[in-house]
């Protein structure tokens, strides 16, 4: 799963979809990784930290789109970071287009705290999760149409985990991930979530969202097989670790709101074994 890093903003903490120069990461490509991973660290700070009105963080990520925007026409930056990335972007011929997804799902997190539907969810993942995944096939020179879409349901998918491992967490930013027509059908309301009220309904809406993130990870677990060396090996942990954290929140009987279940040290020489056996 995601490691920390060294990186030129020094963000104030991990973004948690970023698989960030891990032993596993060849070191000629951790100087690349870690400058996307600043860009991406520091303009989702932007739309998370502190206490800045929503029009201040849409006004900052507009200035990182600008700065996209001059990347792609080639003109100089003032920003070391910004210069950097033009760098790392031009060296591997990266997808412009991956970043702006990233800076539209951050300016989405500003504006919108509810999903009506999955379909919508997916929608935001495909953007705030999915260019990560992108990035990584081609910086590895892998960036296949069968691999991609396998990467984009592996992404997804541990999006989602992260979603239903953090509904309290993110209720605490009056954010609910949980699909509002899911919360109707198995009959939870906000103030269940407000209370932490864990009861069959709960545990039937949980169920069914656990199943369905599995089914996503599943779906996409071939890339890790197909995926030479040190990467396919990486993905094979990540997979496995996204798979292990739905086992730990079903081993709660899906009590997320008053324990985060997480991976141990035990967890990783599970998460070998079983990287092991694919």
């Known amino acids: 799963m995601p490691a920390s890093a060294t990186h030129p903003t020094q963000p104030s903490k991990h973004y948690e979809n970023f698989p960030v120069a891990s032993l596993l990461m060849p070191a000629r490509l951790r100087p690349a990784v870690n400058v996307i991973y600043a860009f991406a660290r520091s303009a989702d700070d932007i739309a998370d930290e502190g206490d800045a009105s929503p029009e201040e963080r849409l006004r900052q990520l507009a200035i990182y789109e600008a700065e996209l925007d001059s990347i792609e026409k080639?003109?100089?930056?003032?920003?070391?970071?910004?210069?950097?990335?033009?760098?790392?972007?031009?060296?591997?011929?990266?997808?412009?287009?991956?970043?702006?997804?990233?800076?539209?799902?951050?300016?989405?997190?500003?504006?919108?705290?509810?999903?009506?539907?999955?379909?919508?969810?997916?929608?935001?993942?495909?953007?705030?999760?999915?260019?990560?995944?992108?990035?990584?096939?081609?910086?590895?020179?892998?960036?296949?149409?069968?691999?991609?879409?396998?990467?984009?349901?592996?992404?997804?998918?541990?999006?989602?985990?992260?979603?239903?491992?953090?509904?309290?967490?993110?209720?605490?930013?009056?954010?609910?991930?949980?699909?509002?027509?899911?919360?109707?059908?198995?009959?939870?309301?906000?103030?269940?979530?407000?209370?932490?009220?864990?009861?069959?309904?709960?545990?039937n809406l949980m169920r069914f969202q656990i199943a369905r993130a599995r089914t996503m990870m599943l779906s996409g677990s071939g890339l890790a097989k197909r995926l030479p060396g040190r990467l396919g090996w990486e993905l094979r942990l990540v997979v496995q670790g996204g798979l292990r954290i739905l086992e730990k929140i079903e081993a709660v009987q899906y009590d997320v709101f008053h324990q985060r279940p997480k991976l141990g040290k035990t967890d990783w020489i599970r998460l070998a074994w079983r990287a092991y056996q694919m």
């Open 74 to 203: 080639n003109s100089s930056s003032e920003s070391q970071l910004f210069k950097a990335l033009a760098g790392v972007i031009h060296q591997y011929d990266l997808p412009l287009q991956c970043f702006r997804d990233l800076l539209s799902a951050f300016k989405q997190d500003v504006v919108t705290t509810r999903y009506a539907d999955f379909p919508g969810l997916l929608d935001y993942c495909a953007r705030s999760a999915n260019p990560v995944g992108t990035l990584m096939l081609h910086l590895y020179g892998e960036a296949s149409t069968d691999n991609l879409r396998d990467s984009d349901a592996i992404c997804s998918a541990l999006q989602i985990i992260n979603f239903w491992q953090d509904v309290a967490v993110d209720w605490q930013k009056q954010r609910i991930y949980l699909p509002q027509d899911d919360l109707s059908r198995f009959g939870i309301g906000e103030q269940q979530i407000a209370n932490g009220v864990l009861n069959e309904d709960w545990r």
